[in-house]
């Protein structure tokens, strides 16, 4: 019965959507309020509807009611409840009602939080907001229903895929989702602003702090991706230019230009086009994203070809949604006006190179993941575009980026002169200098550039401090008045020093763990031991385990250093019972300059064990830098301009910040 | 050298170091010569697999043909040459990093395309908006109250965007 009532909550958010639609859109136009009214409680309606849903499905899950074909398909009763739970968007129906579910939520938020939105631009926002949510339910409602029933009733489910079964990659979706999903109310704010034919700073600053909530999250998911994969593909890589990552890391980059040129248009009321297009085709990447991991095009395009009824379902609403807004954009955007002026050398012009190098590296990433498919479908030639590829085309592009990004908050507005930028970051500039050159002193094998890599980690990560030691006043004025300062400063300005504070300290981790990995592959028996980047490392025992839903061999391998005893490390193979799935988990000690990571291969022998150990140096740094980025973001939402918004007030505040 | 110095660029950006799936007995004695092949073998797609290198895989495909690359090595063939051989036998899909060639133009070229075109379009759109705002001739007197008339004074401002 709460299924059925699931079932029926969904139909009805689908009707509720449907009038949001239009009802809004068509008051705004004529400039009825009565018609533009409904427009929050229509979208507050709808949340409520596409959460009962939700509930339903989630109760169906943890009840274990295998009646429920989505339910038997994806989990067993014998699974913990946390993975009865995240089963819930662990496979294809259940993810797509959590994407609506976060699109309602969105939208929800913009209806309850843009109280001060003129209320054309609200209506029309949430309008568009809910044509993408119609799409999307329709889509489930005819293609992908979770509620459907089984009949006979079967005794247990087939369980969910075990390496779903993992804190990391449980919670990775609704992340990724909440940033995917979270573009889409910067596009429904660009469409909304396209057909009004205005686009100004009050504008940008309402887009803004959407677009930094969708940032944030984006970010958080992909990196919890990319842990996961650390961890558990049993060797340490954390990165595999996979068409699934790249389906995550376009929408990513193009979110990372739009967040920065936005800052333009609400300071200086220029880039205004630009930044309209970019919050069309970042919403635009993350549906083309859904695309492919929903599809199943990624597969094969065969497999995409024998099943094709989901694929071109979501095709058809990219096609709608991506080639509607754009040719929106192609009509009204020519009405939109430049605003202000600037040279070439100026925080906007830092900016534009910034948003241009950014497109070149979302550029190369489309390119790399979708001519494959392309080429396919149109000669039939296959071909693989892997790491190799992305190495020697994104890799140029990203280091000069990173290069710039002390540099550009160091500019002033309007006109700069580059050389006294420059020379305000000597403190961070010394600071690389240094870590170069002891990274250079102490990594005498590895590649040549990796000193320089840990150079420009350390350029960001100082250069950031630099920055705010300068806003601050900490080298003129005193410690006391510059903390008394740093409360001061708006929190958007603190937002940003982390989030580039982060980004080198994702950089340090990316170089050194690439550069100076250590692997050791070889055959133990119990009782042998092999010495390992500073460390002794016994093989103790070998012991079989059964857990709740698997049985598993664990490892013993005790870890000594200096003469001491640091851990002991229990990595795993295991088996899954309801699948037979082997996974293998791994062993990580994290020492300060990084984790020894140890995992169980084969059988070798009678005793034997095939055993890699890593040593993977700094390499945490890339998820504390993701984590730091994250509470970048989640700072500068604090900012209470964000919640002030209103255009008198917005540009007191916007002239304000030129002035400082 | 060029070629080195992308490399190294690309260790940096991220991610084409050594990772394994490989096994005990497959390492060739001569330090060297494994390292060629280890560096092989992350150019070279494990067929059978999504997406992954014959380096980082464990299929017995993949191990196949790490072995092969090593017989081959150890016979005196160059990089070129083993790559050539594998390319022959399994064709153009098993390289991770396609041949620059005319299908794969499209591949290559964009990302520093869209670069060159944009830094063009930026480099032009200012030169024609330098032209476009020189700055307008200044209001005679009267002109300048009639405006004040029209749009209220500019110094007060209402703020509205």
Redesign the interface.
């Known amino acids: 019965m709460i299924v059925e009532t699931g079932h029926f909550a969904l139909l009805l958010a689908f009707a509720v959507a449907l009038y949001q639609a239009i009802v809004p859109l068509v008051g705004a136009q004529r400039g009825d309020e009565r018609l533009t009214a409904v427009a929050v409680p229509a979208a507050l309606t709808q949340l409520g509807l596409i959460a009962l849903a939700f509930a339903a499905l989630t109760y169906a899950y943890v009840t274990s009611d295998f009646s429920v074909e989505n339910v038997w398909a994806n989990s067993h009763s014998a699974k913990p409840l946390l993975y009865k739970v995240t089963g819930v968007w662990g496979n294809h129906e259940g993810s797509m009602l959590l994407w609506v579910f976060i699109l309602a939520l969105f939208g929800a938020c913009v209806a309850v939080f843009g109280g001060n939105l003129p209320p054309g631009l609200k209506a029309r926002t949430l309008s568009v907001q809910a044509m993408i949510g119609s799409a999307f339910l329709l889509f489930i409602l005819l293609t992908s229903n979770p509620f459907a029933r089984l009949d006979p009733v079967p005794v247990d489910g087939q369980g969910l895929n075990p390496i779903l079964q993992d804190p990391a990659l449980a919670f990775h979706p609704p992340f990724l989702y909440a940033g995917y999903v979270g573009l889409s109310v910067a596009f429904s704010f660009a469409v909304a602003a396209l057909i009004e034919g205005r686009v ?3 504008w940008a600053r309402w887009v803004r702090p959407w677009t930094v909530a969708a940032w944030m999250c984006l970010t958080l998911g992909i990196a919890m991706g990319s842990w996961w994969a650390y961890y558990e ?11 699934v990552e790249n389906a995550s890391f376009m929408p990513w980059l193009v979110a990372t230009a739009l967040l920065h040129s936005a800052i333009v248009v609400e300071k200086r009321n220029a880039l205004k086009v630009w930044t309209v297009l970019l919050a069309i085709l970042a919403f635009s990447l993350s549906l083309l994203g859904t695309f492919l991991v929903r599809s199943g095009v ?2 094969s395009v065969h497999a995409f070809a024998v099943d094709p009824e989901r694929g071109v379902f979501i095709l058809a609403i990219l096609c709608v949604f991506i080639g509607g807004a754009l040719a929106l954009f192609a009509w009204r955007a020519p009405m939109l006006k ?1 605003g202000g ?1 600037f040279q ?1 050398v100026s925080r906007e012009g830092a900016l ?1 190179v910034n948003n ?2 950014l ?3 979302a ?2 990433v ?3 993941t979708l ?1 494959p498919l392309a ?1 396919e479908v149109v ?1 039939g ?19 000069p980026l990173l290069l710039l990004v002390p540099i550009g908050p160091m500019m002033s507005w309007k006109r700069a002169r580059a050389w006294p930028a420059v020379q305000r970051l000597w403190g961070a500039g010394v600071v690389a200098l240094v870590a170069g050159v002891v990274a250079f002193a102490i990594a005498r094998d590895g ?4 000193p ?2 840990m150079a ?1 980690g350390l350029w960001l990560i100082a250069g950031a401090l630099n920055e705010l030691a300068l806003r601050t006043g900490l080298f003129g004025k005193g410690v006391r008045t510059a903390l008394r300062r740093l409360f001061g400063l708006p929190r958007a300005a603190i937002g940003m020093t982390l989030a580039h504070m982060g980004l080198g300290f994702a950089v340090l981790g ?2 050194a ?3 100076w ?1 250590q ?1 050791l ?3 133990m028996t119990p009782g042998e031991s092999v010495d390992f980047a500073g460390t002794a490392i016994t093989f103790v025992s070998e012991t079989p385990r059964t857990g709740a839903n698997y049985r598993d061999d664990v490892g013993r391998f005790r870890v000594v250093a200096d003469n001491r005893e640091v851990t002991v490390l229990t990595p795993s193979k295991r088996v899954y019972l309801p699948s037979r799935q082997p996974t293998s988990e791994v062993g990580i000690y994290p020492f300060w300059s990084g984790d020894l990571y140890l995992a169980m ?1 084969d059988r ?1 022998g009678d005793a034997g064990r ?1 055993v ?1 150990i890593y040593f993977h140096p700094l390499v945490p740094f890339i998820w504390i830098g993701a984590a730091i980025m994250f509470a970048g973001g989640a700072i500068s939402l604090t900012d209470r301009r964000y919640r002030v918004g209103a ?2 007030r ?3 505040a916007a002239a304000e910040g030129a002035g400082a | 050298m060029m070629a080195r ?20 007995d497959e ?1 060739l004695d001569d330090p060297a010569l494994e390292a060629r092949a280890r560096e092989l073998s ?2 070279l ?1 494990c067929l059978v697999c ?4 014959i380096d ?1 895989s464990d299929a017995p495909l993949a191990r196949d043909l790490r072995i092969l690359i090593r017989e081959r090595l150890q016979e005196g063939d160059t990089d070129g040459e083993v790559i050539d051989f594998v390319v022959a036998r399994y ?8 041949r620059f060639a005319p ?2 133009w ?3 070229l ?3 395309a ?2 060159a075109i ?2 063009i379009v ?1 480099l032009r759109r ?1 030169g024609a ?1 330098n032209g476009a ?1 020189r700055p307008d001739a200044p209001l005679a007197p009267a002109e300048e109250a009639r405006l004040k008339d029209l749009i209220g004074d500019p110094d007060k401002g209402d ?3």
């Not at chain 1, 593909?233 to 068409?243: E, Q």
């Not at chain 1, 030639?381 to 990203?398: C, E, H, M, Q």
């Not at chain 2, 999504?50 to 290198?53: A, D, L, R, T």
């Open positions: 100004d700073a009050a593909l049993g060797w340490g890589g954390f990165w595999l230019w996979d068409p990624l597969t430049g002026l070439p534009v241009l190098l497109a070149a590296c550029a190369t489309f390119v790399g001519y080429l000669t030639d296959k071909i693989s575009v892997g790491a190799p590829y992305f190495n020697l085309t994104f890799g140029p592009l990203i280091l590649p040549v550039l990796a320089f890599g420009l990316i170089v763990t690439t550069a990995r692997e592959v070889t055959v291969g070798e095939v890699r255009p008198r917005a540009r007191a | 110095l992308l490399a190294v660029l690309a260790l940096l950006a991220g991610l084409s170091g050594p990772a394994t799936a490989y096994q005990p390492v992350t150019e797609r999504q997406n992954q290198s980082d064709g153009e899909f098993v390289l991770l990093r396609p299908h794969t499209l591949l290559w964009p990302p520093f869209v670069l944009g830094g930026i200012r908006r705002n703020g509205q965007t």
